[in-house]
């Protein structure tokens, strides 16, 4: 990219986040339809979100001084909205809570925000909401790491496990609901997840099919699986392709599709398809990137809401024994 595109894509997000900021209320003195300054609703939020929260974990999370936290905290407990209590482990530390106010206001404040964003999304195609909801995380977990160099902290190493591995099956259909709620996608989707991936287990003993996982700490955190039955000789299905969202960016997503396809080229399947829809633009450069080609694109409804379908196809890479 040329300087000049670089400087004028800089100057379009900062025109776009001056915008996003205005839209969302943040420059007036009050935020969410409360009586609370932006700093005031977002620690509401965070302390409803985390049990037994201490000022020290609001500082990290705010983003704020510890000066400003403590003064922050102070005016939510004079005006009835927070309270503080010893902690067990530690009679020094003070763990700060909802009041019963704290927890109407926050309730409100929940209500505000869901209609302002349904509003906004009513007047989106789902392709369009899934590009906002992407790019928002993207940006935003860019901008914390230039903050606090979070790429830089050690994290539990990842290892891809292969084959059925307990709880897998609710769990990537949990990663999958989450995901996809967010623009629009219910109870029908996750049925339809569910539903197909218990068939499948049930076929993880012929060698054309393969199940694998990503594992930190014992915990499930992606899955992808290649479907070696359901599309005809030689052609390999995947499907099931998932990252947990405090995993994107990380490497876990390629380290899942890379071994899904080493596994299609042992065997020597002659193509990989694989269905998705419109607008998730981090999963294609990735599919892409791996020798996937846009084959066919057209509208449909097997998710349970209208988006356009599309297919990816990748030609064999070499041959199987």
């Known amino acids: 990219m040329l300087s000049t595109d670089i ?6 997000i900062r025109d776009a986040s001056r915008g996003l900021v205005r839209e969302l209320g943040f420059l007036e ?10 700093s005031g609703v977002h620690a509401l939020i965070e302390i409803e979100a985390h049990p037994a929260m201490t000022a020290g974990v609001l500082c990290t999370l705010l983003g704020l001084e510890k000066s400003s936290v403590s003064r922050l905290v102070r005016k939510l407990v004079d005006a009835g909205e927070v309270k503080e209590e010893s902690s067990h482990g530690d009679g020094r530390s003070k763990c700060l809570s909802l009041t019963t106010k704290g927890q109407d206001t926050v309730a409100a404040i929940h209500a505000f925000a869901t209609l302002q964003v349904s509003a906004a999304l009513s007047r989106m195609e789902i392709a369009d ?20 160099d979070a790429r830089a902290i050690e994290r539990p190493a990842i290892t891809i496990q292969s084959g059925y591995r307990s709880g897998i099956i609710g769990r990537s259909t949990e990663i999958h609901a989450a995901f996809y709620r967010r623009v629009g996608f219910g ?27 990503a594992v930190e700490s014992g915990r499930i955190v992606g899955t992808v699986a290649i479907d070696g039955e359901d599309l005809g000789e030689s052609l390999a299905h995947l499907r099931w392709f ?15 599709l890379s071994e ?32 996937f080609v846009l084959d066919d694109e057209q509208p449909g409804r097997q998710w349970g809401e209208d ?6 196809v990748r030609k064999a890479t070499r041959s199987g024994p």
Do not use: K, M
Request: hydrophobic letters at 40%.
């Open 7 to 12: 400087d004028e894509t800089i100057r379009s």
């Open 29 to 38: 003195p009050t935020l969410a339809g409360t009586d609370l300054a932006p």
């Open 129 to 148: 909401r899934l590009t906002v909801l992407t790019g928002l995380r993207t940006y935003t977990d860019a901008l914390h790491a230039g903050r606090t």
């Open 187 to 213: 109870a029908y989707f996750e049925a339809q997840v569910a539903a197909g991936l218990a068939a499948f287990v049930q076929r993880l003993n012929e060698p054309v099919n393969g199940l694998w996982s």
């Open 242 to 256: 998932i990252v947990d969202e405090r995993q994107r960016g990380s490497g876990t997503g390629r380290r899942l």
């Open 260 to 291: 899904a396809l080493s596994f299609c080229d042992r065997l020597g399947f002659r193509e990989t398809h694989l269905w998705t829809f419109r607008g998730l633009d981090a999963a294609r450069h990735l599919y892409e990137a791996n020798g």
């Open 307 to 312: 988006v356009t379908e599309q297919r990816f």
